[in-house]
Nanobody
């Protein structure tokens, strides 16, 4: 198991910005990708953004152009810069890591989630 420590959530006004961080820790693993997913009450968990170990990125349609994902490979940390936030972005944001310990077998772990609330 890989432990994920999330930070940066909170309350922000519409149009504002927020930066989330997620640090992965553990031993004997190699990261394939890290990313962020979110879930609002009554809705399914949805993709926000992912980034691979080679820095290939993927964004959900609802955030593309407003959010930017990046990573520090040396620190096993992923960041999510969220700009032009909307009330619809309000959700619990979950960090995810996909990793391997043996050849061709991929594992996935989730952080506990951090609340992002966009409101006046």
């Amino acid at each position: 198991q890989v432990q994920l420590a999330e930070s940066g959530g909170g309350l922000v006004q519409p149009g504002g910005s927020l930066r989330l961080s997620c640090a992965a820790s553990g031993i004997g693993f190699s990261i394939n990708a890290m990313g962020w997913y979110r879930q609002a009450p009554g809705k399914q968990r949805e993709l926000v953004a992912t980034i691979t170990s080679s820095d290939t990125t993927n964004y959900g349609d609802s955030v593309r152009g407003r959010f930017t994902i990046s990573r520090d490979n040396a620190k096993n940390t992923v960041y999510l810069q969220m700009n032009s936030l909307k009330p619809e972005d309000t959700a619990v944001y979950y960090c995810n890591v996909r990793y391997r310990r043996v050849l061709l077998r991929e594992y996935s772990d989730w952080g506990p989630g951090t609340q992002v609330t966009v409101s006046s």
